[in-house]
Every structure is written in structure tokens, then in C-alpha cells.
């Protein structure tokens, strides 16, 4: 069957199905991203390894950038897009020494927070209105992060303040882009994550520089292409499906995190992760889910400027 033949058959689909297949392999690169954060940074620097991700990632969305130039770079909201910057900085900072550090699924799991914490800013920045239901599926959720972190117990580790952080910054940063994409171009926003998040890791990854192996240098290559890949393919999926429908398959990570723990690295998640990141991702799913069904994703209020 000619490759011209299948891309007709898939686009035949229906859009869930489409977007559902897509979702799977966008979720499958995001984490191996993750085992290549793990594998590197036991002998890297977080910052280095960020540094060669967005370097490698710049070369692939370089096109675009100068396709439109300068005009990719012209935005209405300058400050904004560096406080989102700052944001995003400090999400992947706190995320990749948490992957480094903590079991990946583990990792995974807590970064999943980042829903209720967008429910949260997109109040406080957007002035969305919520819910009694959503505000008690977010309370629920925090209860099992909190049962996965396990603060004031020996079971306690700095790693999961890490993650639980690095889900928090994200939040931020998904409820600025929201309000980023009213007046910006998508190639505008892009422009700025890539060439921003790469100049502030220069001077830091520069200092903690240590030449990697052929072998790491492999691994930071795969790992800046696999990233800029799935990103793509994620937001192709949420083109094609619905928004909730994608949102619930994204927890297959915790899967695909388990399964590759396990077998590179003989971590097998304890009954505390389970009974968590279960509770998590129920919560996570009616939270989602209840957005969709009352269409509110960007309602705010009457009298609320939402910025």
C-alpha cells in the first residue's frame, strides 16, 4: 500500500480516532524525553541538558521563525511573554531534576497536577468561572498529590516539592498562553519558548558545562528532535479531537513511565503512587471533562478583563 494511500485512509478517520492516534505517539515520545532527561542527567548538569535540547529544538522550528521574521518576533505583549518565559524556565528546571531524581513514574504522576493548577490561575488571571464540582475535583486532586508526596513522613522526598513545583510554573504558563493567543500569533509564541528558554540557559549551562560522551551527545540529539516532534504531534491531536477526549488518553504516560521504569531501571511504583496518582488523574478527568461539558475553557466573567 503506497504512503499516499494510508494518508488518505487516516484522514478518513473520524476525528477522535485520528487525534486518539496521535495523542498515543506524542505521549509515547514525551516519555522517552523523560528516560533520556534520566539517562543524561546522572552524569549532566540540568541546565546543560536544557541548554542542548532548546539549541536542537531551535534548529527545527528555525524555519518557521524566519519564514515570518522579523515579524515572528513582534509582539503586542513583550513583558508577558517574558514573564511566561520565566515561568516556563523555572517548570522545566523543577521538572527534569525531578525526572533525574524520582522513579518516572513517580515524576509523571505529580506532573499531572499542573490541571488543577491551571483551574486556579485561570481564575486568578483570566477570572474564569468555576464551579462548586470543579473546585471539590481540584481539592480531591491535591489530596492525592499530597498522598504521593508524603510530607512530615520518612517516605518524604525534596524531589516531589520539585515536580509538585515544576506542575504549579506550568499551570501558570498554559493559563498565559491562553491569554498570549488573543492578540499573538502561534509562531510568535513559539519563537520566544525556543530562543528564550535557550538564552537563559546559556550563561548557566556554560558553567556547568562537562563534555558529554559520543553516546550523550546521541541521546540530547534524539531527545531535542523526539521533544520538538511530539509537541507537534500533540497539538495536532487536539486539532483533530476533542479536548477531553485527548486530555483523559494523556494519563497513558503513567503506563508508558511505569513500564519503561521498570525495565531500565527496576523502579515498580509502591501502593502510595498507585492509590495517588489514581485519585489524580480521576480528579484530573471530571476537572477536564467538566470544562468540555459547560464550554467554558476561556469564560470569563461580565465584568472581568481577564488580563
Known sequence: MSLPTLIDRFNALPGNLKGASALMLAAIGFT??????KLTGSHLHVTQILLVRQVVMIGIVAPAIFRDFPGSLRSNHVGLQFVRLGFATFAMLMGFTA?????LADATAIGFAK?????I???LILKEVVGLRRWMAVGVGFLGVMFMVQP????FSIYALYSLCGAASAGVVMVLIRL?????????IMSYHALGIGAAMLVPGIYFWQWPTQTEW???GIMGFVTSLSQITNIHAYKWGEASVMASLDYTRLLYATIVGYLIFGDLPGPYTWIGAAVIITASIY??????KLKRNLTRAPDAKGY
Open 121 to 123: 490561575f485561570a481564575v
Open 32 to 37: 522517552c524525553m523523560t528516560l533520556l532527561i
Open 287 to 292: 476537572t477536564i471533562g467538566r470544562e468540555a
Open 152 to 155: 512530615g513522613t520518612d517516605g
Open 115 to 119: 490541571s488543577f493548577f491551571v483551574t
Open 99 to 103: 525526572v533525574i531524581n524520582l522513579p
Open 218 to 220: 546521541i541521546m540530547l
Open 180 to 188: 498570549l493567543t488573543r492578540t499573538e500569533k502561534p509562531v510568535t
